[in-house]
């Protein structure tokens, strides 16, 4: 019996999806809460999904107990109020749900590879393990890795259906479930990736195609559309925000400031692609090498069939890079949907090269580096950490519980709602009236607002060059603002009562 136990592990043990799931979970999960909450991506992500957690609403997001944050679907929010609940608050709790859509999408990759390419499902998995863009996203708090993960599930029932040969209605099924559940998580650009499954079908007639558009495309609607129609009743005028700031206004215009001149394309995502698929970027310029003479090879439908994967894997790429190249919003993190296909194309092209197998010293030497700069990042005493706001505030607090943190007009800390726990709320206040929107307010209000309210706990924040401004309408609304010692990083805390 202990033979046959000993004789299994070391089987295990020599089987490369081991150390495949070895690496991933190491570079997903051992640093995840070894840094604070940084300011401003991963702050306001999280106090949208405490708030929630706070006052038991999971239909409308919310910044604060008054003004909701319309910015996104809610998909993010619910995720990382529900790892709090069940983890604690703290920031590796809130980052759990980006490591294990990470995770998620390596197992899907090594499916996927299985499918298109037997053989280099190993390699394609280790590739997106080892990729830094997937490892960087992976421990941070963004929309990017679940919608990563659900459009990803998605084209994985779309392989499954077009290159397996059995339930191909149930994998068709599970493309548009997966479909809705990343619409839930952003919106429309979710939808991408159905340009190269639409352009495929096109290229790919035969009567075994499985039909993408039959009944089981009712799901779609069924999953992701209930929580729309909920908001959408209970805010009027909300979907022409939605329609107009965030899917219009972000694709044709640079009203977001997000590298929208004719070149940020250039700028972002050229070395996005270039950096961020290393150490496996010489194979992605080996395919894009020899892509022209790969493309001209595609003008019959017999050709195109007789290289299924290939044709996949470029129109799942070039489609939506071709989009994302052309709209006016541009960030690095847009492109994370693409390196599931990107690491496909890894292992398909080795494959063809006959590089197979993986030299696994210089992969474990690759590992230790990206550990050893993720280790180095929880020591950065960068000014967007939280936890060292955190710090400072309770130490200027003297002990006294801190309820609220209020900035005037100056950039709000929300990671401090996480770093401080669920009783603290945060706030951002204007000293003059300015024209705000309705769905998508730069201040919660005014300065004299807030006075009114004289809530207990609070602690105030504001650039040590506008306090005395600050003091003077303080003074002027009957009350006195007592600073809490020197300023720090720029800023003056202090105390508000009435006089």
């Not at 759990?96 to 499916?111: D, F, G, M």
């Not at 730069?442 to 207990?456: M, S």
């Amino acid at each position: 019996m202990v033979l046959a136990d000993r004789t299994g592990l070391m089987d295990i043990l020599r089987k490369p999806a081991f150390y495949v799931a070895l690496i991933a979970v190491c570079l997903s999960l051992l640093m995840l809460g070894h840094r604070g909450t940084w300011d401003p991506d991963e702050g306001r992500y999280t106090n949208v999904g405490l708030n929630m957690l706070d006052s038991g609403d999971w239909l409308n997001p919310k910044r604060n107990e008054e003004i909701g944050h319309w910015t996104k679907p809610p998909m993010t929010y619910w995720a990382i109020g529900a790892s709090v609940a069940m983890f604690g608050t703290n920031p590796w709790a809130a980052r759990l749900p980006s490591a294990l859509s990470y995770l998620l999408c390596v197992w899907l990759v090594w499916r996927m590879a299985r499918r298109l390419a037997p053989g280099s499902e190993a390699t394609a998995a280790l590739a997106f393990a080892t990729m830094l863009v997937p490892i960087g996203a992976a421990q941070y708090i963004t929309t990017d890795f679940l919608l990563t993960a659900f459009s990803t599930f998605a084209m994985h029932g779309f392989v499954q259906a077009r290159f397996g040969d059995t339930h191909r209605r149930w994998w068709i099924a599970t493309l548009w479930i997966g479909f809705g559940l990343a619409f839930l998580t952003k919106g429309p650009p979710t939808l991408l990736p159905l340009l190269g499954v639409v352009a495929f079908d096109l290229l790919s007639p035969g009567a075994q195609r499985p039909r993408v558009f039959g009944w089981s495309a009712l799901l779609f609607p069924v999953v992701a559309l209930p929580w729309y129609l909920a908001v959408v009743r209970e805010n009027p005028g909300l979907l022409e925000h939605f329609l107009g700031s965030e899917v219009i206004a972000r694709v044709a215009s640079d009203d977001f400031a997000r590298h929208g001149e004719w070149y940020g394309f250039l700028v972002v995502y050229v070395p996005t692609l270039l950096l961020g698929t290393l150490p496996w970027t010489p194979a992605l310029l080996r395919w894009c090498r020899t892509l022209p003479a790969t493309v001209r090879g595609w003008r019959t439908p017999t050709q195109r069939a007789a290289d299924a994967p290939g044709l996949l894997l470029a129109l799942w790429i070039a489609l939506p890079l071709l989009v994302f190249c052309l709209a006016r919003s541009r960030m690095p993190l847009y492109l994370l949907p693409l390196f599931a296909p990107l690491a496909l194309l890894v292992g398909l092209q080795r494959l063809r090269e006959g590089r197979a197998s993986v030299r696994w010293a210089w992969i474990a030497a690759w590992v230790a580096i990206v550990l050893a700069l993720q280790l180095g990042l929880g020591f950065w005493r960068t000014h967007k950490d939280a936890s060292v706001w955190a710090d400072e505030i309770r130490r200027r607090a003297g002990g006294q519980p801190v309820h609220e943190v209020v900035f005037v007009e100056d950039m709000t800390r929300y990671g401090l709602h996480l770093e401080l726990g669920l009783s603290t709320h945060i706030e951002k206040i204007a000293l003059y009236p300015v024209p705000q929107s309705k769905f998508d307010r730069v201040y919660d209000e005014l300065l004299e607002q807030e006075l009114d309210e004289h809530e207990a706990g609070a602690i105030w924040i504001c650039k040590a060059g506008t306090f005395p401004q600050v003091l003077a309408r303080v003074r002027a609304a009957g009350h006195e603002a007592s600073p809490l010692g020197a300023p720090w990083q720029g800023r003056t805390f202090f105390r508000v009562s009435r006089r």
